[in-house]
């Protein structure tokens, strides 16, 4: 039978994951605006909500590939399937790469990767100076990228809600 | 639901309009008057007067040791941190002077500083940035700013105006206080006999829960000398850098570190204000360092001693510095990663025969 919604543990992973990287964006982006004593409270918070991030998205790759998600509408134009198809693979794959980045740029920087304190994350990268520049780059431009993304998959779910009134937003919302 | 098209258009533009405008609120792109990390790295780029790529946008010039720190117990009647029971652990650090230009003469009325890492069991560790001064030159971020700022050289004259910082100032008494005492207190004559200092309070928790504030500060056991102000500008370009080569060839240096406990009324949210008086003093054990090394042959260089970088049983307090320190060090330090290390006075010296 074709299923007409995502499965139950894919729409709690979607809506928990698009809390925490939402609220993620947001802290990155205020942690580095600021010298007040908000920029180690948020500094705090990154570390381990990107782990989480991290091991969710691992669990939420795990529940893709063993549930089989709802067809698109037949009618959507082969653009749109593109664009929706290929928006997902990004979202996957930054959803994965961006807390692994930002692991491997700590370590890379000779940070201890603490999660809370007396917690300290082994490294994933030896001390390489330069490296930790380059990945600290990349995390920024990434983190950009990822809003943006974001926005369009925002639009797009929007866009299927209130203009198509197709069942997509439901499929995942509903 | 709006039933005209346009109208649910509008309804969607709408939404992602007010998401972007979160976002730029929360990243401060609609308040440019908010002091980022990333700001106070491009002030401190202008009062250098240029980038030296790959260099500490502060504390430029600089030398790398190592050794270890002998804790002897005391500490653990005010912290839980893994540095206080009795037992040896590992410290790099990095000597410098004060400045963003890292082939400056050490003859200058700066400061000396030192930054720490200790590394604790379990991955834990301790940074600490230290400076030979017992206070601090401004207590806040906007402060540290303007002061900047009015330092920023003069584009006709490539000097700054003397004018500009002494009208910050007239109207900051603590920082006139901080230059008086910069100008008239004896500068240690070398970086192996001066004292150095938290600088800033934070609070040590012990295993059962109870919070001091405290500062700390690294007493040499080498007596202390000064510098002879008027022969300050004739000694050699890196004097200071050769001179603790030379010193740890002969034996390890080391300090004791001192706990100040605070008493009731110390301020604590202020860097620029001392503690006067009788204060509880705990000596928590001996920093030994016994190898010296250029930054470009030790180990020191590439870490970022972020003050912020604290064990468990030691706390950020109500000053505001510290998270000022770490976001304008952080802000430093991604800069000059991406430029890559670039040679240090003291290895170029050495290159060319300039010294023993």
Redesign the interface.
Known sequence: MTPTRFALPARILHWTMAALILAMLLIGAGMISTTTARYPALLAWHRPIGIAILILALIRLGVRLTHRPPPLPADLPALQVAAAKGSHYLLYALMIAMPLIGWAMQSAGGYPVILWKGAVLFPILPHAVQLYGWLRFAHGLLAYAFFLLILAHLGAALFHALIRRDGVFGSMAG | ?PSS?PL??G??AG??AA??A??AW???FLTPA???????ANVMQAANGKVYPGFRRAHAKGLCVSGSFEANGAGTSVSRAALFPSGIVPVIGRFSTGGGDPMSADGRPVFHALGLRFALP????WRMAIDHTPVFIVSN?ADFMALQQASVPDPATHKPDPARVKAFAATHPETAAFLAYMKTAPLPSSFANGTYYSINAFRFVTADGQSRAVRWQFEPEAPFAALDPATLDKQPRDFLFDDLLARIRQGPLKWHMVVIVANPGDRTDNATVRWTGPHRRIDVGTLVLDRAATEAQGDC????YDP?????GVE?S?D?L???R???YSAS?????????HPDAVTTAQAKGDVQ
Request: glycine letters at 12%.
């Open positions: 639901m098209i649910r258009f309804l969607i939404v992602l998401v972007v979160i976002f929360v990243g401060g908010r002091i980022s990390g990333g700001g106070i379990h991955g834990e560790e971020a260089r590439d870490y970022n912020t970088i604290l064990p468990k950020l109500d505001p510290p998270a000022l770490s976001a304008a330090f991604r800069r000059r990663a991406i430029e890559g290390p």
